[in-house]
């Protein structure tokens, strides 16, 4: 309980946002917790040292939600949680849904996939532990749950250093084709989805619109032909 009061002005504040514009505000907290690089990490970190178990993250989970809900009082309809996954990783020792807190719990089942491993073919794409296989899993675990699902962060996976350098896609066109046919087949059904950038040589180093670098020429291009598509668009 010793951050009951910020989960409550957390919420209180998302609560100004939602009544300022009129809509939702969406929360994204204790993100990609199935993972192990997080200190929110459930299970073991990166280092194997270890951190709640499943049961305890669950209680944490729901005491947050409650204390989120009760600060934004009458806007906490339009003040919402996602509970968001990295992929289907276990690297912490649990499977996601050992850590599912419960469906009053959750607003919104959120998911992150990147082209690692590479997918050079749709039925790459469509195996295990890919963008495509996590995408179907999660999005049914969602509907399962009658939860709407979110596809949090998306992006190709251009490492050039580090462990995942020689495993990722590169800049890799056909994963932005792939992703977007799927975002089109589960468009009525996806509550939002967003690309997630980023520079680093060591991380996903997907920029397609950098100012500082183009080492991604492909997928920008592949990118800005799906979204001048109109099936693609709201």
């Not at 990609?32 to 970190?45: I, L, Q, R, S, V």
């Not at 195996?127 to 979110?150: C, M, Q, R, V």
Request: one cysteine or more; hydrophobic letters at 35%.
């Amino acid at each position: 309980g010793a951050y009951d009061a910020y989960y409550r002005q957390m919420g209180a504040s998302a609560a100004t946002y939602a009544n300022r514009a009129g809509q939702e505000v969406v929360l994204r907290f204790a993100w990609e917790f199935n993972g192990c690089w997080y200190h929110w990490t459930a299970g073991k970190d990166c280092n194997g040292v270890s951190k709640a178990n499943n049961t305890q993250f669950k209680t944490a989970w729901q005491r947050a939600y409650t204390n989120i809900k009760a600060g934004a009082g009458s806007a906490a309809s339009r003040v919402l949680v996602s509970w968001s996954l990295a992929g289907t990783d276990a690297s912490a020792g649990y499977s996601y849904k050992d850590l599912y807190p419960g469906d009053a719990y959750v607003d919104f089942v959120g998911v992150d996939v990147y082209d690692s491993p590479g997918s050079k073919s749709l039925s790459s794409f469509n195996s295990a532990y890919h963008a495509g296989a996590i995408l179907n899993e999660t999005f049914a675990f969602a509907d399962a749950h009658g939860k709407p699902f979110a596809l949090e962060e998306w992006g190709g996976h251009h490492a050039l250093t580090g462990s995942q350098a020689g495993v990722n896609g590169d800049d890799n066109a056909l994963f932005i084709q792939y992703m977007f046919e799927w975002i089109r087949a589960h468009k009525s059904q996806l509550a939002y989805e967003q690309y997630f950038q980023d520079d680093d040589d060591g991380n996903v180093n997907n920029s397609l619109f950098s100012p500082l670098e183009n080492s991604n020429p492909n997928m920008r291009a592949a990118y800005l032909s799906q979204m001048q598509n109109e099936a693609n668009l709201p």
